[in-house]
């Protein structure tokens, strides 16, 4: 079964530093874009930032210099190197992955989203 797990999530100040980590596994052919989105409570959920398979990268503005997407192809993970934290930055992070994966009928291409892990900023 092709899942995404994250990890790394926290109770960090402000001003701190945290990184997220999110592995995808299972029968997996290929991985295409990854990428981070957000929710905080009572708001919708946010792209943070967009990975492609070649390394081109975005951001959100909010998050522009602060937060570094970067990508392991060889290991299928994702990660999310997030500095100046600040207290709106507090949110559950979502791992979110275009995958293409192999079957009894072939190879299917998807977008996949993990669990989610809790980010909480506050002294």
């Known amino acids: 079964q092709v899942q995404l797990v994250e990890s790394g999530g926290g109770l960090v100040q402000p001003g701190g530093s945290l990184r997220l980590s999110c592995a995808a596994s299972?029968?997996?052919?290929?991985?295409?874009?990854m990428a981070w989105y957000r929710q905080a409570p009572g708001k919708e959920r946010e792209l943070v930032a967009r990975?492609?398979?070649?390394?081109?990268?975005n951001y959100a503005d909010s998050v522009k210099g602060r937060f570094t997407i970067s990508r392991d192809n060889a290991k299928n993970m994702v990660y999310l190197q997030m500095d100046s934290l600040k207290t709106e930055d507090t949110a559950v992070y979502y791992c979110?992955?275009?995958?293409?994966?192999?079957?009894?009928?072939?190879?299917?291409?998807?977008?996949?989203w993990g669990k989610g892990t809790l980010l909480t900023v506050s002294s």
């Open positions: 299972g029968s997996i052919f290929s991985v295409n874009d």
């Open positions: 990975i492609t398979s070649g390394g081109s990268t």
């Open positions: 979110n992955a275009e995958m293409v994966t192999v079957s009894r009928g072939g190879r299917v291409i998807r977008t996949y």
